[in-house]
């Protein structure tokens, strides 16, 4: 059974992840937010089950609001959400959506399941992956200064890579491919989109791809961009960032030009505002467009 966990929103913290600054600010309490929903289906879910990737582990994933967004952290069993189109509309297609969070949290709701019924929309078969995190604190206010501290480092230093995120994220792939006929789409093939670690994950995928199983295409918003991509495959790329994420400023264009250079295969979008992590949220830039570009870019594979 998942937790259920009402955390406290913290000011400083929401500073560290709009602007990235140290979080040695004076941290006051605001309201917490909206009432959690009845595990396990999140409010932005569709009424289905998750399919579990490994069996007969103890699930002991916590549920909650972070930073007024629903996020999922501790998971120890990962988990697909499937988002599925009508019937009518179904295309054949699977997509992955791996959300991001550091590898401390899933963002489930601003780079999960919005994203996901969007594309369901769109007539694909969409599935969310809740992948397993590293152990963080049980505990809401020890959780926001591990985040704080983790926040403050963005663009500073490298993202380490999480293995079992990772190795999840081949299991998913495994799964939809084999399963495919299940869901209406079509078997040995998969679609992928990561949202900041979760685009490392899925560039871990493009370098060391489960076998008889092909990526038709492969998407990252804001990624790691001093990343360079020892490609094991090289299916059509698409990049998304903004000109003021920390990670651009880290690593500029490394990661398109590098992977520009080796496949050609590439649609690239840098946005001037929008920082990181903006998903689904509506945070007045341009950076707002790139799922309808995205949809659009996908829709001619």
């Known amino acids: 059974m998942k937790a259920r966990t009402h955390i406290l929103l913290i000011a400083a913290v929401v500073a560290v ?59 120890t069993r990962p988990e697909l959400y499937p988002v599925l189109p009508e019937p009518e509309k179904a295309n054949g297609k699977a997509v992955i959506v791996v959300p991001g969070g550091g ?11 919005p994203v996901a019924q969007r594309l369901a929309d769109e007539g694909y078969a969409a599935f969310v992956l809740n992948y397993r995190t590293r152990l963080t604190p049980a505990d809401p206010e020890e959780f926001l200064t591990l985040m704080a501290q983790q926040f403050a480092g963005m663009g500073k230093r490298e993202l380490p890579a999480y293995p079992p ?12 491919s084999r399963h495919c006929p299940d869901y209406g ?57 903004a000109s003021n994420d920390p990670l651009f400023q880290q690593g500029g264009f490394s990661l398109p030009e590098d992977w520009y250079g080796q496949t050609g295969r590439l649609e690239f979008h840098l946005y001037e505002g929008g920082s990181h ?22 829709s001619r594979r």
């Open 103 to 113: 590898y401390y949290f899933v963002a489930v709701e601003n780079e999960g399941f």
């Open 185 to 241: 789409c079509t078997t040995g093939e998969v679609n992928l989109i990561g949202f900041s670690a979760g685009g490392l994950s899925v560039i871990k995928a493009l370098e060391t791809p489960p076998e008889d199983l092909e990526i038709a295409s492969a998407a990252l918003l804001y990624p790691p961009m001093t990343r360079s991509i020892h490609a094991g495959v090289t299916p059509p790329l698409f990049v998304a960032i």
């Open 277 to 298: 992590g903006f998903g689904t949220l509506r945070k007045g830039s341009t950076a707002e467009d790139w799922l309808d570009q995205y949809v659009s870019w996908l």
């Open 17 to 75: 992840t709009s602007t990235c600054h140290a979080a040695s600010q004076e941290a006051a309490e605001t309201p917490a937010g909206r009432e959690l929903p009845p595990p396990p289906v999140p409010a932005q879910a569709p009424d289905t089950a998750s399919l579990p990737l490994l069996q007969n582990v103890e699930d002991k994933a916590q549920w909650e609001d972070f930073l007024d967004q629903l996020t999922v952290r501790n998971t």
């Open 165 to 176: 995120a990772i190795e999840d994220l081949q299991r998913a792939m495994t799964f939809v």
